[in-house]
C-alpha cells in the first residue's frame, strides 16, 4: 500500500531530525530511527524538532542549517521556514479572532 502524503511527511520529519541531531555529534532517538525505517510505525516528531533548531546557537545553526552542500539542510531550512511563517499566520489568526 502506498504511503499517505501525511505518513511521507512524518516520516520526513523524522529523516531531518535525525540529520539535525546526526549533525550535533548526537544520537538518534530509536524510535525516531524506527519510524525513518517502517512507514507502519509513526510519529509526529515536529516539536522535538523545532525544540532542536531553536535551541542551536548561532554558528551551529549556520554551520547545520545553511549548508548550501547539503539537499538535507536546504530542506531542513525550507521546512523552519515554513514552520516560522505557520507561527506567525497562527498568531495572527489568534488575535484577529480575540
Known amino acids: 500500500m502506498t504511503p499517505s502524503n501525511k505518513e511521507m511527511q512524518l516520516r520526513r ?7 539535525l541531531l546526526v549533525s550535533q555529534d548526537k544520537e538518534v532517538p530509536e524510535m525516531i530511527q524506527d519510524a525513518i525505517d517502517d512507514y507502519d510505525y509513526l510519529i509526529d516528531c515536529v ?13 551551529t545553526f549556520e554551520r547545520i542549517v545553511n549548508n548550501k552542500d547539503s539537499q538535507e539542510a536546504r530542506e531542513l531550512a525550507y521546512w523552519w521556514e515554513m514552520c516560522q511563517e ?13
Open 47 to 59: 516539536v522535538d524538532l523545532s525544540e532542536e533548531l531553536k535551541s542551536l546557537d548561532t554558528d
Open 86 to 98: 505557520a507561527d506567525r499566520l497562527r498568531k495572527v489568526l489568534v488575535s484577529t479572532c480575540a
Open 13 to 19: 520529519n523524522c529523516q531531518l531530525y535525525a540529520y
